[in-house]
């Protein structure tokens, strides 16, 4: 049983006789491994299960292939290696028992706490930002982010003074709320490709307003250290 396991008062599980269909953090931190005999014993269990379901209910899986609420409109590399082109994008709050068969990739990120926001900006952001989902919303975009090391490898406040003293991103954010609803998702952590999904919907006659503001952030000092980022841009597939 590894440490992390240990830390967190697990009893010893046969992990390794489970293929790993993925990681997901800890509420401490840190991260274990998932793999489909975890979540079979855990899901039979009784506080475990709770808190592993807590845990797998925090990730999120971005599905791309020919099914899916989402209608692609256009999947552009803005820097480093392309992600192939899908028609549809369908989104799965949780682990879903199986990666759906026409899946051509998929994107595994988690809900996490705040890093950077300072209390003034909190209650700036919960006073503005819009829940996802409204219906008017019609429009939306992923955008799979990585940063470099050289990112990774700065500390918290150095983060945080190019985040926000020097990039201004979420000053600058601000002024696109409630028009534009958001959600991050962090893959760090996770092994995946991108560091972070960001997720952003908004109504077709913010389309322009959305491209400033992607525009804008894109020349900051924080986006020298954004190695690779994909900009996917969706409609819902029934919407005229
Ligand atoms: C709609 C307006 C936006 C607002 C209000 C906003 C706000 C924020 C806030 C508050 C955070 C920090 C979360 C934390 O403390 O951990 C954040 C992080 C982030 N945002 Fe935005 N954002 C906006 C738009 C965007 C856009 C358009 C992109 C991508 C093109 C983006 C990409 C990111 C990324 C990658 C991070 C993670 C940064 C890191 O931890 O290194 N944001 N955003």
């Not at 953090?25 to 005999?37: A, E, H, I, Q, V």
């Not at 609420?69 to 999947?75: A, H, L, N, Q, S």
């Not at 406040?157 to 998702?185: M, N, Q, V, W």
Request: glycine letters at 8%.
């Amino acid at each position: 049983m590894n440490s992390q396991w240990m830390k967190a008062g697990y009893r010893a599980v046969a992990g390794e006789e489970g293929a790993e269909i993925g990681k997901a953090p800890f509420l401490n931190g840190g991260t274990f491994l998932l793999s489909r005999r975890y979540l079979v014993s855990y899901n039979e269990g009784g506080e475990q299960a709770k808190e592993i379901n807590l845990m797998t209910s925090l990730i999120h899986m971005f599905v791309g292939g020919t099914t899916g609420k989402w209608r692609v409109e256009r999947v552009s590399a803005i820097r480093g290696p392309a992600l192939t082109p899908v028609p549809r994008l369908a989104i799965f709050d949780g682990y879903p028992s199986t990666i759906p068969e026409d899946s051509i990739w998929h994107l595994r990120g988690v809900t996490s706490y705040e890093r950077y926001v300072h209390r003034a900006e909190r209650s700036a952001l919960v006073t503005r930002q819009p829940d996802l989902g409204h219906p008017n919303a019609t429009c939306a975009a992923l955008i799979p982010i990585k940063k470099s090391v050289t990112w990774w490898e700065l500390t918290q406040d150095e983060r945080r003074k190019i985040f926000e003293e020097r990039s201004h991103h979420i000053t600058i954010g601000l002024r696109y709320l409630p028009a534009i609803a958001r959600r991050l998702y962090h893959s760090h952590d996770l092994g995946e490709p991108f560091d972070f999904l960001t997720w952003f919907e908004y109504a077709p006659a913010d389309a322009e307003v959305f491209e400033e503001l992607v525009g804008t952030l894109r020349e900051t000092e924080e986006w020298t250290y954004v190695e690779r980022e994909i900009d996917i841009r969706l409609v819902v597939a029934d919407y005229l």
